[in-house]
């Protein structure tokens, strides 16, 4: 198996994915007292930068299966944001309002993005090896 | 599935041909009922009634400490001492039921969950043992952080590799060793989301 050397995608993914799963809880800890979103936007920010961040690395890795990424991705996407926006209709549905929903619904997003790209990504890493493969003949 | 042909690197064996029967990555039948338990959770949700509520999360909930804890500490190592061709074959069969099975089991013991808990109180500040809640919290962060971010790509992606007119037998052997110690940690995590929900049960 010939593995290229790629950016630890899976490793900042799973960091990403950790805090806002943190910033969640942080939220989810204080209900229905007054929570101070310092922390949580703080949680929520370094969540978000990490995913650009992943987003950027990958996109410069060069001759990457961005055919099998997109046809894994895009799928696993529209499956995520069904997921999200049934966890959206709990939180408009329990009253959340204000800066609190937003917090919570940015970190929506980057759960709705974040899965699909590592589930793409572990997809098209290990499809390169395929390229190693001759292709059988008819 | 088109599989592209890229070029023979030098030195490279092509991977032994691999038998294994045809299947879908994502069973399309199964996605009906997967569609009709979420209209049910919606409905559940939307009426704020406590039986379904709690039927969805209790159900949901045993299934998926069951699912883990069997996956984990029964087939997880019966699979990791098969042979090639018979954990291809067994792979082939369970992993894409387990595609529509794990994220519908999960979503609906969380979400209907949580609604519970915004029902009776219990996962409000005030509730009397309210730092075992927030331990189920953490407890099912860690979970989904790595069902998400390390066993569903592995999973998909050893689906996708068994699709392959020659699937790569190292590959498929490394996807499933993570999915193997993933399942693994699951397992244990599902003791520890026995023991609170038994605690907070009790009281």
């Given amino acids: ?138 | 599935m088109a599989i592209s042909a890229g070029a023979v690197a030098p030195e490279t064996v092509p991977p032994a041909a691999i038998e294994r029967p045809d299947f879908e990555i994502v069973p399309r039948k199964g996605l009906i009922l997967v569609a009709v338990v979420g209209i049910l959770l919606i409905a559940a949700i939307a009426s704020n009634e406590l039986w379904p509520l709690a039927f969805f999360h209790f159900v949901g909930g045993a299934a998926w400490t069951i699912i883990d804890l069997f996956l984990g500490f029964v087939l997880g190592p019966i699979i990791g001492k098969l042979s090639v061709p018979a954990r291809v074959e067994f792979t082939t069969r369970l992993m894409p039921k387990m595609v529509l099975i794990m994220p519908t089991v999960v979503t609906a013991t969380l979400a209907a969950g949580w609604q519970l808990g915004v029902h009776l109180g219990t996962v409000e500040s005030s509730f009397p043992n309210h730092g075992w809640t927030v331990a189920s919290f953490i407890v099912v962060g860690v979970m989904a952080v790595i069902a998400l971010g390390l066993l569903e790509p592995a999973n998909i992606a050893v689906l996708t590799e068994l699709k392959k007119p020659r699937p790569n037998s190292l590959v498929i052997e490394k996807l499933m060793k993570r999915f193997i110690y993933c399942a693994g940690v699951l397992g244990v995590m599902q003791v520890a989301t026995l023991v609170i929900m038994t605690k907070l049960t009790v009281g």
């Fill in chain 1, 1 to 138: 198996m010939n593995e290229r050397r790629l950016p630890p995608v899976t490793q900042i993914g799973m960091a990403s994915l950790a805090l806002i799963v943190a910033g969640g809880i942080y939220l989810s800890a204080h209900l229905p007292r007054h929570v101070p979103l310092g922390p949580a936007i703080v949680l929520l920010g370094a969540s978000i930068l990490l995913l650009v961040g992943n987003l950027v690395s990958l996109a410069l890795v060069p001759d990457f299966h961005w055919r099998r990424f997109f046809a894994v991705a895009k799928w696993t996407l529209l499956a995520y944001v069904i997921i999200a926006g049934l966890i959206e209709y709990s939180f408009l549905r329990d009253h959340i309002r204000g800066g609190v929903l937003v917090v919570l619904t940015l970190s929506l997003v980057v759960f709705a993005v974040h899965v699909p790209m590592l589930v793409g990504f572990t997809v098209a890493r290990y499809d390169e090896s395929d390229q190693t493969v001759p292709a059988p003949t008819a």
